[in-house]
Structure formats: C-alpha cells, structure tokens
C-alpha cells in the first residue's frame, strides 16, 4: 500500500491523477475532508489524520510499505516531517519519497531550503530507505498570475534576470510515481527541471506567442511584493521564507536543466509553451481580455 500526503496541494493531487490513471490503489492522509470532496476514484481510500498528531500518523501507515512526503510551508515543517520520518520508521515502512526543493542545504542563505536541507539529513540518517525529489521553479506558479495577465496582460515578481528550469507538477508528479512503484531508486536524489532555462521575461515572450496578444513581465521591487504579500494576510514567516528563496532566484541560483525527466519516465518534461496552451483559457484568450477590458 502506498500512502500520500498533501493530496490538497497542487503536486500531491497530481501524484493522485497519475496512480488513478494507473489503477494504483492507494491511501491518502488529509487533514480536512471538505478539500476532498470531489475526489473519487478506484482504489482510493481517505483517513482523515493530522501530520502534528502522531497517533493520526500512526493510524495511516499501517500497513504502508510506500509513503510520499511533502508539507505545506509553516514555521512547523521541519518539526512535522521529522515526525513523519519517525513513526515511518517504527511502522517499517520500506521506501519514503520525500518532496525537497532545488538547493536544499542546511547552510543555504533561504529558510525553506534549509528545512528542506534538515529534512533531508534527518532521513538520510534515519536508516530508512529513502528518495529526495528536488524539482525546480513550478510553472503552476504562473498560474497565480492569471488575473493580472487578463486584466493588464502582464505579471508582476520580484525576480529580475534570474532565470529558471521551470517544470511542470504533471512531469513531478510521473517522476514520484515512478520512484514509488518501481525499484532501483533508494538512496538516490533527483534534481528534476524543465527542458529549458528561461528568463520571467522569456516566459512573457513565449507567452506572447502562444496567447497571440504581448504579454509583459515586469520585474517588482522587492519591498512592494512583500507588502502584498502582508496585505494579502500573509504571516511574517511566510513573507520572509518567500522572499528569501525569491532573492536567490533572483541571483540566478535555479538557471539549470537536467535529463531526469527523461532518464526516469523515457520522455522529455513538457514545455513552458505547452503549458501555456493547456491553460490558454485561464490566461484568456485576446477575446475574452478586450470582453474583461470592457
């Protein structure tokens, strides 16, 4: 039995489409069973369970001899996946895939990538059998750029130059459930990516090209992307553990590609363009924008 976490999550429900297209029963931990309601499918079954509450842990992997691990961001993460790790191993399940970050260190300059780094550590040195997924910049993200792009047609980050091997969460997601149903992989840490690097200005250009109308990046000074993010209702924590791995792209840190995606499921990862296309109606075609521009 395979268990998930994070199946709310934009990369753990990916995860679940891929094992239900393959028929692959499994078991899902989730804290809030409203977020799930509109889940249904063979093989699955849901137990509702809290990653800070250790008897809820334990409850899930009974009888799991597979578990993926990924946490939502909070000042708690580390404590909740050494947990996990723990009662994971005194279950004996056999094999973790634990979702990391591109530059997970315990001595990077970025909160969340010294977690990860942590994290990682942590389970390297628990004995278990053990993989890290270290996927970079997620296209998804874009996503939450769409109603700028609709309304202004541009999209605002603080991110300058830096470029990215941006990735889609359906390539993260065939990777994972390779690494989960078949062998050879224990020990092992993959860096996944996209199949090009790409500037925020290079995606404004392909972006352009795909919806048939300019699109614009523009580059936001970092103090007024932090003080949306406040005002959006954003902890401080949060504000700054975004920041911080902001800062880094900035810099170029994520400006890398490898053959992952390839090496493990036999195909390239899908390309920023093709992800345009599949989403072209939430970016909006020109249409719809002039509709929206009144």
Not at 26 to 37: E, G, I, P, Q
Not at 76 to 100: C, G, T, W
Not at 134 to 141: A, E, G, V
Request: charged share 25%.
């Amino acid at each position: 039995m395979i268990l998930l976490t994070g199946i709310t999550g934009t990369c753990g429900r990916a995860i679940l489409t891929v094992l239900g297209e393959r028929q692959i029963p499994v078991r899902a931990l989730v804290r809030d069973l409203d977020k799930v309601t509109d889940l249904s499918m063979p093989g699955l079954e849901i137990v509702q369970g809290d990653l800070e509450d250790e008897s809820s842990i334990e409850s899930a992997l009974q009888g799991v001899d597979r578990a993926f691990l990924v946490m939502a961001n909070s000042e708690q993460q580390l404590a909740n996946e050494k947990r996990f790790i723990d009662v994971a191993k005194r279950r004996e399940v056999s094999h973790l895939v634990k979702l990391s970050a591109s530059g997970a260190d315990v001595k990077s300059s970025a909160l969340l990538k010294r977690v990860h780094g942590e994290a990682e550590e942590y389970l390297a040195r628990s004995g278990m059998n053990y993989t890290h997924i270290r996927p970079n910049f997620f296209m998804q993200n874009i996503l939450h750029c769409a109603a700028s792009i609709v309304a202004e047609d541009r999209f605002y980050l603080p991110l300058g130059e830096g470029r990215t091997g941006i990735i889609d969460v359906a390539d993260v997601a065939d990777v994972v459930v390779t690494v989960l149903t078949e062998s050879g992989h224990k020990g092992q840490t993959y860096y996944i990516t996209g199949p090009e690097i790409l500037s925020f200005y290079d995606l404004a250009e392909q972006m352009s090209e795909v919806l048939g109308r300019k699109i614009t990046y523009v580059d936001l000074p970092a103090q007024e992307f932090r003080s949306q993010l406040l005002n959006w209702g954003s902890s401080d924590w949060y504000v700054n553990a975004v920041m911080a791995l902001f800062e880094l792209m900035a810099q170029d840190t994520a400006a890398s590609v490898t053959d992952t995606c390839r090496e493990l499921c036999g195909r390239a990862p899908r390309s920023f363009r093709s992800f345009v296309q599949q989403h072209r109606d939430i970016f909006g075609e020109r249409e719809r924008v002039k509709t929206v521009a009144g």
